[in-house]
C-alpha cells in the first residue's frame, strides 16, 4: 500500500490543484473574451455592409423609379425626339453655316437626312471613318428605334467592347510572358556570349554603348580588320562551317567602306569594287542563303556600279533625309496612337506626309496650268 500522505500534504495538493483549476479557468476565460471581441467585430463589419447594401438597394430603387417614369412617357418623348429631329433638319436645310462634310455629322444615304456622328452610336475615329457613304442606325434597323431599343443596342455595344478589351488584355498578357522568358535567356548570357562582350567592349562597340544598333562610327570600327579577326576569334573554328566565308565577308564590306568617299573613281577603281561586291553577294548566299535581301544591301548590289560608272562617286550620297523621315513617321505614330485600326492609321500617317509633301514640295508646281 502506498504511503499515507500528511495533513500538510494533502493540504499543498489541494492548494495546487485548486491553483491549477484557476489558471484554466482564467486561460478559458481569456479565450473566450477573445471570441467574444472577434465576434462583436465581425458583426459591426456586417452591420457596416448591411447599411451599405441598404443604401445600394435604395439608389438601385430610385434608379429603376426613374427607368419607369421614363418607360411611362416613352411615347410623349419619341414625339419629342421627332419634332426635334424636324426641327433641326428644317434648320440645317434653311441655315448657311451648316454644311454636309462638318466633321460631327454625316449625309445618311438612305434617308437623305444629316445626322449627327454620336446619335449614331459610332463613338471613335475607326467607327466613323467611312460615314461618308454610310446609312443611319434607324435605317439600319429598318425604322425608328425606340428608346428601349437604342439602350439595348447600347448594352450590346458596351458587351461587345468589354469582350474585345478582354482578348487584348489576354494578349498582352501571353505577349508578356513570352517577352519575360526571352529576357531570361539573356540575363545569364553563356561563356562565348560573355567573350565576345568583352572583345565587343575594348573596341568599343558593347551593348552599353550602342544599345540596340551601331551608329556609323562603331560600324566602321567593327570592320576594321584587326577588329575582324578579334572579334571571329571568340568563336571556335569548329562551331561553324560559315566562319571562314563571314569573315571573308566583313574583310570585303571593309574594303568597301574604305571606298566609300567623295573621289572621283576611274574605270579600274570601279571595276574593283564590283568584284567586291560579287564576292560579298556569293559568300552571303553560301554563308545565310535562308535570309531575306534587306532593301540596302539590293541597292548595294543591284545600283551601286551603275551608279559610279554614270556619276564616278559615291560619297556625296546621304542618309540624314531619310533618317530625319524617320523622325517624322516615329512622331506620326505617337500622335495617332489612339486609332486602333491599322489601316485607318496607316491612311492618316500618308494623308500627313501627303501634305507635308504638298507643302514642302519644290518641283513643278501643281497649280501651274498645262
Known sequence: MPPKLSKIARKHNAEKGVEV????HEKIKRELRDKLSDAICRLSESEAEIVELKKTITQKDEEIAELKVTLMNKDEIEKQLENVEKALESSQQSSEFVTLNNSEMFHCSSCEKNIHVICSFQLDSTDSSHLSSSICLDCQRNGSM?????????????VEAERTLKNNKDMLDEVTKELESIQKLFKEPGPTRVLLDNVLKTIGCDSRVWFQQL???????????ENIRKVLAVFPSDSSDNITVMEEVMMDLSALMTSANNQEKTDEEIDGIE????RIERNLRVAQPTSSVTPKLHMLTAHLIPYLRL??????LTEQGIEHLHAVVNALHL????????????????KHLSNFNFLFDIGQSWFQSD
Open 21 to 24: 483549476l484557476e489558471n484554466r
Open 146 to 158: 425606340s428608346i428601349e431599343y437604342r439602350l439595348d443596342v447600347l448594352l450590346e455595344m458596351e
Open 215 to 225: 551608329t556609323g562610327n562603331q560600324a566602321r570600327t567593327l570592320l576594321r580588320p
Open 275 to 278: 568584284r567586291l561586291l560579287w
Open 311 to 316: 556619276h564616278r562617286s559615291w560619297g556625296h
Open 335 to 350: 500622335r495617332f496612337a489612339s486609332v486602333p485600326d491599322p489601316e485607318l492609321n496607316a491612311i492618316l500617317v500618308l
